[in-house]
């Protein structure tokens, strides 16, 4: 209300007021005043006076706006703020990036649209605003949406949020306004069903923020861990961290699906402050979680060179749950012929199933996760014609290709990973069985073997096992999803596969312990051993199998291809809005 108004004139004349009393009230409708046109003799209309607008002068307002714009950017940070300079100056000489040179290199050109951008440290009452515009951009956490491989892809499917704690910022802290952001982005994220992506350096919670003092007493309201809590299993969540990453940094980093970290990389959930503080003694942050302990304990997925490297592979990885590729971008496979050859005819040779998987898949689309973790299973990501697939194969140049602990947690992990996002599952089936003895049971066999058991049996994907060489035991039957029949896929074998209830000189040893004690002579006894395994090979090799129903078909290795893809039902054409698994463990 009370507003003005602007009455363009229709001729040339003067504006004569009806009512000009003072606080006088005039009727709905009434005339509030009247225009007295010139007569035709020599005044002439000069029509509505029209004020020039320079587009390339912004406003006061905007101007303002502008300003403090260009302030949380990394020119206008260089131009205003020395320290930041020099911080800078630091990380490219360690080979860093700042947080909008990696979200720069991130996300498709000029895809991204922050928010959140004008926010400063919670800490009016001990710096000035000024001050705080100039060190504490966006308090410390840049953040928003873009697009990620668009050109694959296309917009819809492309759509990802992003954040990134920003290190030249009070070490990459958790502050204030920084969370109520986080909180924000994942309500957001929640809404849309979007990827998110986050680049996790930082120290952890920050205590300086003192205009929340009044309000806020322990800080541990913060709904971030919620906020992905709740995205797990539902959209994709990738973490990445460079550099020192501790506390609540370490924790966002740990609920993400996947972890890529540099070399270099320091990753824990107490930094050396929170150590000593709980009497611990006194640590350098570089012994503290470094990359070489979290890689071979499992808590980092891929582990690369450089910021630019990790970025890449976020890229590469988000681009397996967006769909197939077009055929245009698709690389072809390798001559399908040297898989017959993968497996070596003595049955007793170990080989490396890496390169078996790299020729049966896209060339060059192979990405293997937790690589230095559980290595009796490999893991990873791949396409097949271009159609994203998850793979998990048997080591057979570890423990023969049995399946210990850690291996059945990996597994069982992938299983849901993939089931969660409807990637297709192919099992690459090499294994004397579940690892056994003393130290084995250690580890918690019995518990984390038969995890895989239970995820198998919750799948919706589909799985297609292909038997390489060797099927034996419980950890055979868990490398089928749990039976080699009934699954929406199916099982077959290559010809040089063997089956049984448990490797085949354990069983005879064992079966016939009695006719084999009853031979004094060593030689007569080697003898039957070997007749009775061969006739256990027999009974127990692919083509015997296959007759008896217990696998689908025998195929030609180089086929292999052309199965996995008849197996797989078609790829869902629309995002999926519902959530399959109440979410993917984070171990």
């Given at each position: 209300?009370?507003?003005e108004?602007?009455l363009?004139?229709?001729s040339?004349g003067?504006?004569?007021?009806?009512?000009?009393?003072?606080?006088a009230?005039?009727a709905?409708?009434?005339d509030?005043?009247?225009?007295e046109?010139?007569a035709?003799?020599g005044?002439q209309?000069?029509?509505?006076?029209?004020?020039?607008?320079?587009?390339?002068?912004?406003r006061?307002?905007?101007?303002e706006?502008?300003?403090?714009?260009?302030?949380?950017?990394?020119?206008?940070?260089?131009?205003h703020?020395?320290?930041?300079?020099?911080?800078l100056?630091?990380?490219?000489?360690?080979?860093?990036?700042s947080?909008?040179?990696?979200?720069?290199?991130?996300?498709?050109?000029d895809?991204?649209v922050?928010i959140?951008r004008?926010?400063?440290?919670?800490?009016?009452?001990?710096?000035?605003?000024?001050?705080l515009?100039?060190?504490?951009p966006?308090d410390?956490?840049?953040?928003?949406?873009?697009t990620?491989n668009?050109?694959?892809?296309?917009?819809?499917?492309?759509?990802?949020?992003?954040?990134?704690?920003?290190?030249?910022?009070l070490?990459?802290?958790?502050?204030?306004?920084?969370?109520?952001k986080?909180?924000?982005?994942?309500?957001?994220?929640?809404?849309?069903?979007?990827?998110?992506?986050?680049?996790?350096?930082?120290?952890g919670?920050?205590?300086?923020?003192?205009?929340?003092?009044?309000?806020?007493g322990?800080g541990?309201?913060s709904a971030?861990?919620t906020?992905?809590?709740?995205?797990?299993?539902?959209v994709p969540l990738v973490?990445?961290v460079?550099?020192?990453c501790?506390?609540?940094?370490?924790?966002?980093?740990g609920?993400?699906d996947?972890?890529i970290?540099?070399?270099?990389?320091?990753?824990?959930?107490?930094?050396p402050a929170?150590?000593?503080g709980?009497?611990?003694?006194?640590?350098k942050?570089?012994e503290i979680g470094?990359?070489s302990?979290q890689?071979?304990?499992?808590v980092?997925?891929i582990?690369?060179s450089d910021?630019?490297?990790?970025?890449?592979?976020?890229r590469?990885y988000l681009s397996?749950?967006?769909?197939s590729l077009p055929l245009?971008?698709?690389?072809g496979c390798?001559?399908?012929?040297l898989?017959?050859s993968?497996v070596?005819?003595?049955?007793?040779?170990g080989y490396?199933?890496?390169?078996?998987?790299?020729t049966?898949?896209?060339?060059g689309?192979w990405?293997?996760l937790?690589?230095?973790?559980?290595?009796?299973?490999?893991?990873g990501?791949?396409?097949?014609?271009?159609r994203?697939v998850?793979?998990?194969?048997?080591?057979?140049?570890?423990?023969?290709?049995?399946?210990?602990?850690d291996?059945?947690l990996?597994?069982s992990r992938f299983?849901?990973?993939?089931?969660a996002?409807?990637?297709p599952?192919l099992?690459?089936?090499d294994t004397?069985?579940?690892?056994v003895?003393?130290?084995?049971?250690?580890q918690?066999?019995?518990?984390?073997?038969?995890r895989m058991f239970v995820v198998?049996?919750?799948?919706?994907?589909?799985?297609?096992t292909i038997?390489t060489?060797k099927?034996?035991g419980?950890?055979?039957?868990a490398?089928?999803?749990g039976?080699?029949?009934?699954?929406?896929?199916?099982?077959?074998?290559?010809?040089?596969g063997?089956?049984?209830?448990?490797?085949l000189?354990?069983?005879?040893?064992?079966?016939f312990?009695?006719e084999?004690?009853?031979?004094p002579d060593?030689?007569?006894?080697e003898q039957?051993f070997k007749?009775?395994?061969?006739?256990?090979?027999e009974r127990?090799?692919?083509?015997?199998t296959?007759?008896?129903?217990?696998?689908?078909d025998?195929?030609d290795?180089?086929?292999?291809r052309?199965?996995v893809?008849?197996?797989f039902?078609?790829?869902?054409?629309?995002?999926?809005?519902?959530?399959?698994r109440?979410?993917?463990?984070?171990?």
């Amino acid at each position: 209300m009370k507003m003005e108004h602007v009455l363009s004139a229709p001729s040339a004349g003067r504006v004569r007021a009806v009512v000009t009393q003072a606080g006088a009230s005039a009727a709905i409708g009434a005339d509030l005043i009247l225009m007295e046109e010139f007569a035709a003799s020599g005044e002439q209309f000069q029509g509505a006076s029209t004020e020039k607008i320079d587009s390339n002068s912004p406003r006061v307002d905007l101007a303002e706006v502008l300003r403090r714009i260009r302030l949380t950017t990394d020119g206008g940070r260089s131009e205003h703020d020395k320290n930041f300079v020099k911080r800078l100056e630091d990380r490219h000489r360690r080979g860093q990036r700042s947080a909008r040179e990696n979200l720069e290199d991130l996300v498709d050109v000029d895809s991204f649209v922050e928010i959140g951008r004008l926010v400063v440290a919670a800490q009016r009452r001990r710096r000035d605003l000024e001050d705080l515009v100039r060190s504490t951009p966006a308090d410390g956490l840049v953040a928003g949406f873009a697009t990620i491989n668009a050109g694959d892809f296309g917009d819809a499917r492309a759509r990802v949020a992003v954040v990134a704690y920003d290190y030249t910022v009070l070490a990459g802290t958790q502050g204030y306004y920084s969370h109520k952001k986080c909180d924000r982005m994942l309500e957001l994220a929640l809404e849309q069903r979007l990827p998110m992506v986050w680049f996790c350096e930082g120290g952890g919670g920050r205590p300086g923020d003192v205009d929340t003092f009044d309000v806020v007493g322990s800080g541990l309201t913060s709904a971030l861990w919620t906020g992905l809590g709740r995205l797990s299993g539902l959209v994709p969540l990738v973490g990445l961290v460079s550099g020192r990453c501790f506390a609540g940094n370490a924790a966002a980093l740990g609920c993400c699906d996947v972890v890529i970290a540099v070399e270099g990389s320091n990753i824990g959930m107490g930094g050396p402050a929170m150590i000593e503080g709980g009497g611990l003694g006194s640590v350098k942050p570089e012994e503290i979680g470094p990359l070489s302990v979290q890689l071979r304990n499992g808590v980092v997925d891929i582990a690369v060179s450089d910021e630019a490297a990790a970025v890449a592979a976020a890229r590469r990885y988000l681009s397996y749950f967006q769909g197939s590729l077009p055929l245009q971008r698709q690389t072809g496979c390798s001559d399908q012929r040297l898989l017959r050859s993968a497996v070596p005819e003595n049955r007793f040779r170990g080989y490396d199933m890496r390169p078996l998987i790299e020729t049966l898949v896209d060339i060059g689309s192979w990405l293997e996760l937790r690589s230095a973790f559980a290595i009796g299973v490999h893991t990873g990501l791949a396409r097949i014609e271009g159609r994203p697939v998850g793979i998990c194969a048997n080591n057979p140049m570890h423990l023969g290709g049995a399946l210990d602990a850690d291996a059945a947690l990996k597994a069982s992990r992938f299983m849901e990973l993939c089931d969660a996002f409807s990637l297709p599952l192919l099992f690459l089936c090499d294994t004397p069985g579940f690892m056994v003895g003393v130290e084995s049971e250690d580890q918690a066999s019995v518990r984390k073997m038969c995890r895989m058991f239970v995820v198998a049996a919750s799948l919706t994907v589909p799985v297609v096992t292909i038997v390489t060489r060797k099927a034996y035991g419980l950890g055979a039957q868990a490398m089928f999803g749990g039976h080699s029949m009934g699954r929406k896929g199916l099982t077959v074998s290559w010809p040089t596969g063997e089956f049984g209830g448990m490797g085949l000189e354990g069983a005879v040893r064992l079966g016939f312990k009695k006719e084999l004690e009853s031979i004094p002579d060593p030689a007569e006894r080697e003898q039957l051993f070997k007749t009775l395994t061969a006739g256990l090979l027999e009974r127990g090799k692919a083509l015997s199998t296959a007759a008896l129903l217990e696998v689908d078909d025998v195929i030609d290795p180089a086929d292999s291809r052309k199965l996995v893809l008849c197996s797989f039902a078609p790829e869902e054409s629309q995002p999926r809005w519902h959530r399959k698994r109440p979410c993917i463990g984070t171990w």
